[in-house]
């Protein structure tokens, strides 16, 4: 009888298991772990731990910043996202968003990102002639979108410039950001203020204000926007949304410090 190649029930892939390792010692740092540090803890040769972490950049398990050191990815954000929040997000933004359409009157939008793009999973419409429509379940890229460019903006340098590397950064409109360093000190910026415009760079005659969400572990997990035709866009709207996102973000278990 020829004997199967698959591994049995209590086998271990060696690789997967060394993965798994240097994300469990990544999560147990609050800043970002040195190759170094990370090599020691778990006792792989620097060129094993280097090589994997490769593997894992890739695939966005990890993020590697400006000096060098790495950190749980946003792809690590979204399966948590789905698998745990989703329903909850939902079930906790549906009556904030309900509140802010019918304060604000115009269109609310609830976004996580998949990848290279933020994708709508909730809205609330007001019930007047004109408004901005956003479908659940479309996508628009992160740099042309105010919570996207929170998210790059919270993702740093480096994985906004393999953004911009790996999309080159299309125009949608006259007013896309469509250079790197333009795009990367606006991120930050946005980061720094707590709210990002889009400014008519998705679609012309559209403005959307953007504030991120946050969960129990500080990690941006989705986003609130409220999205109008740019001539009835208040900036007073700022502070309203973001004491929204802050309510949901609480909701979920986010303690702000």
């Known amino acids: 009888m020829k004997k199967s190649s698959e591994p049995g029930a209590g086998a271990h892939i060696q690789v997967i ?10 999560a147990r740092y609050p800043d970002p772990v040195s190759l170094k540090v990370l090599s020691a803890d778990t006792q792989l040769h620097p060129s094993t731990t280097h090589r994997i972490l490769a593997s894992l950049q890739q695939n966005r398990f990890v993020e590697r910043d400006a000096d060098g050191h790495y950190r749980l990815g946003m792809r690590l954000m979204q399966l948590g996202v789905r698998l745990h929040s989703n329903i909850d997000l939902r079930a906790v933004a549906q009556p904030v968003m309900e509140r802010l359409r019918d304060e604000l009157g115009e269109t609310i939008n609830l976004t996580i990102r998949e990848g290279d793009v ?3 999973i909730e809205k609330a419409s ?3 002639m004109m408004q901005v429509q956003q479908i659940i379940g479309s996508r628009a890229p992160l740099h042309v979108t105010a ?3 929170l998210m790059l903006g919270a993702s740093g340098r480096d994985a906004m410039l393999s953004y911009a590397e790996r999309t080159n950064l299309p ?3 006259r007013k ?3 250079h790197a360093d333009e795009l990367i000190d606006h991120c930050n910026q946005c980061i720094k203020q707590g709210y990002a415009l889009d400014n008519e760079e998705a679609e012309i005659d559209v403005g959307c204000i953007g504030v991120l969400l946050s969960d129990s572990s500080g990690n941006a997990i989705g986003g609130l926007s409220v999205s109008a035709p740019i001539e009835r866009r208040r900036s007073e709207w700022i502070d309203i949304l ?8 609480q909701s979920l278990g986010y303690e702000s410090s």
């Open 242 to 249: 973001k004491q929204a996102g802050e309510e949901i973000s």
């Open 171 to 173: 125009a949608y409109t």
């Open 126 to 128: 007001p019930n007047r």
């Open 176 to 178: 896309t950001i469509t």
């Open 147 to 149: 919570v996207g460019k």
């Open 118 to 120: 933020m994708v709508y």
């Open 17 to 26: 298991d060394r993965a798994v390792s240097l994300l469990d010692t990544i």
